[in-house]
């Protein structure tokens, strides 16, 4: 099983963001549940590096 970085980095990039932008949206505001769409979005950043180092194909690096 080959381990594809630039996918890795589309879906946790999109979740972050989905998490953090939901926040704004939902009656439910906890600072904790917005540190995880952070820290998400920004495991998706550094798995975008990774695979741009690696210069793997994909669709978003």
Known sequence: MK????Q???WLSLLGIVIGVGQYFT???SSNILYIGIVLY???FL??????G???KGLMK
């Open 42 to 44: 920004l495991m998706g």
């Open 3 to 6: 381990i594809r970085f630039s």
């Open 27 to 29: 009656p439910i505001y």
């Open 47 to 52: 798995c975008g590096v990774i695979a741009f």
């Open 8 to 10: 890795y980095s589309l």
């Open 54 to 56: 690696k210069h793997e």
